[in-house]
């Protein structure tokens, strides 16, 4: 029986989504190693939107420009959440050849991740991948995106274990909708992981999970920190508020 392929794993609590985003561009990048970050909650609200992401078209720009919530444009696809101390950060990044069942491709990467997390919610609730999307039954409580390199991808997912609703009105409802919305607003289409498990469980069973398809090996974040002497240029980047004015007035 062949050997586990080595995962490092990084847990963490409370880092902010910025910090955590320049943190798995990096990895993704310069390291040589299979990584899962796990973050449990970020210190303050910020929305974050996926590389393409147009704030016109995504978000309730006044709104966020006078409550002065931070935007992000990370460096990897995807569509526009907004996370807090309630969201749950997953990341896991891998190189190609050690995950070779794998086709590098989004649904393909998509695909063995719904199974992975199907043995994290097994007999918990009515786990589903619905499109790109983690669901119960038709409420979304996971939001994925991606990036995939030459010889490695990043898989990250915001899982909201809980959510404050006022926050979702600085999000507009998108124009590019997964079909199974069906025009729902933002209360309707999604629900809260707390509901269905307890955060510490959720942590651990997908680690338990993890263990089933790599030797995990835990590690801090001091050990992965940058030398200063090394000089890497992150993508994701805090929006300027002059950039959301100009993007507010087309």
Request: proline share 6%; charged share 25%; hydrophobic share 40%.
């Amino acid at each position: 029986m062949a050997a586990l392929p080595l995962m490092k794993l990084i847990r963490l609590k409370g880092v902010p989504i910025l910090q955590q985003l320049h943190l798995e561009e990096r990895l993704l990048r310069t390291s040589p190693h299979n990584w899962c970050i796990i973050n449990d909650g970020t210190n303050l609200p910020h929305i974050v939107m996926g590389i393409s992401g147009k704030p016109a078209e995504l978000l309730e720009i006044n709104s966020v420009l006078r409550d002065k919530v931070p935007v992000i444009r990370r460096f990897s696809g995807g569509g526009t959440v907004i996370v807090d101390t309630g969201t749950i950060f997953v990341t896991f990044i891998c190189n190609k050849d050690d995950v070779s069942e794998v086709q590098p491709y989004p649904r393909p990467i998509m695909s063995w991740s719904s199974l992975l997390y199907s043995k994290v919610f097994q007999g918990v609730g009515d786990f589903v991948l619905r499109e790109n999307d983690y669901a119960f039954g038709n409420r979304k409580f996971g939001g994925n995106a991606q990036s995939i390199t030459k010889n490695r991808w990043i898989h990250h997912t915001s899982f909201l274990w809980d959510y404050e609703i006022n926050n979702m009105a600085y999000l507009k409802l998108p124009k590019r909708a997964p079909e199974y919305r069906l025009a729902r607003n933002h209360l309707d289409f999604i629900c809260c992981m707390k509901e269905y498990m307890p955060r510490t469980n959720f942590i651990t069973r997908t680690v338990d999970a993890l263990q089933g398809e790599f030797s995990v090996e835990t590690t801090d974040l001091e050990a992965v920190e940058s030398p200063p002497n090394t000089k890497f240029i992150h993508s994701s980047k805090i929006l300027t508020e002059r950039e959301l004015e100009e993007a507010a007035l087309g």
